[in-house]
Antibody
Framework: EVQLVESGGGLVQPGGSLRLSCAASGFTFSNYWMTWVRQAPGKGLEWVANINQHGTESYYVDSVKGRFTISRDNAKNSLYLQMNSLRDEDTAVYFC???????????????WGQGTLVTVSS | DIQMTQSPSTLSASVGDRVTITCRAS??????LAWYQQKPGKAPKLLIYKASTLESGVPSRFSGSGSGTEFTLTISSLQPDDFATFYCQQYNGYPRTFGQGTKVEIK
């Protein structure tokens, strides 16, 4: 059974930093693109970033470029999101999601974690 | 960025109704479109990919169609478990983008 378990969320002041983790199990983690998606309270889904199987290629939504960094450790079956210079508008539940792609191009997401809440507030 | 626009934003329907949700892309995305269902407090669940392919385990009352810029998700006979919010998502270009969501409510 595929499991994705996020951790690391919490309350942080504007301008602060937080590192989210996603522990994966039940599939060969190193074969798949992985993604972070967020959802602000009462709002829709927003794709944040993704990373290829080897950790050598990543993409970001413009609003987080230069502030967030996605990374992975295939030896530990883990995905990360380092979030710096946090803003009020980054407040959201952050979901880790498994892409279906084992190829050069990422696709859609067939497995999701339960999410971890990040609250940016003074 | 490719903008995804869903309509309607909210839909009131009864059990047994046929329901159709539309998703329009701001430019052609071929058939690179997925649909998800999300219930309150839960993670999204994949329903359909490549515009019309049903994910394994998803009931056959769900179907998808379209290509290019216009897509539809249809529920042939709405069931009590289907009341939720539905999102489309394109995977033709970066950034990946979702529609704003369509909430299906009980009439």
């Amino acid at each position: 059974e595929v499991q994705l378990v996020e951790s690391g969320g919490g309350l942080v002041q504007p301008g602060g930093s937080l590192r989210l983790s996603c522990a994966a199990s039940g599939f060969t983690f190193s074969n798949y693109w992985m993604t972070w998606v967020r959802q602000a309270p009462g709002k829709g889904l927003e794709w944040v970033a993704n990373i290829n199987q080897h950790g050598t290629e990543s993409y970001y939504v413009d609003s987080v470029k230069g502030r967030f960094t996605i990374s992975r450790d295939n030896a530990k079956n883990s995905l990360y999101l380092q979030m710096n210079s946090l803003r009020d508008e980054d407040t959201a539940v952050y979901f880790c999601a498994k892409d279906t792609s084992t190829q050069l191009w990422s696709y859609y997401f067939d497995q999701w974690g339960q999410g971890t809440l990040v609250t940016v507030s003074s | 960025d490719i903008q995804m626009t869903q309509s309607p934003s909210t839909l009131s329907a009864s059990v047994g109704d046929r329901v159709t949700i539309t998703c329009r892309a701001s430019q052609s995305i071929s058939s690179w479109l997925a649909w998800y269902q999300q219930k309150p407090g839960k993670a999204p669940k994949l329903l359909i990919y490549k515009a019309s392919t049903l994910e394994s385990g998803v009931p056959s009352r769900f179907s998808g169609s379209g290509s290019g810029t216009e897509f539809t998700l249809t529920i042939s006979s709405l069931q009590p478990d289907d009341f939720a919010t539905f999102y489309c998502q394109q995977y033709n270009g970066y950034p990946r983008t979702f529609g704003q969501g369509t909430k299906v409510e009980i009439k």
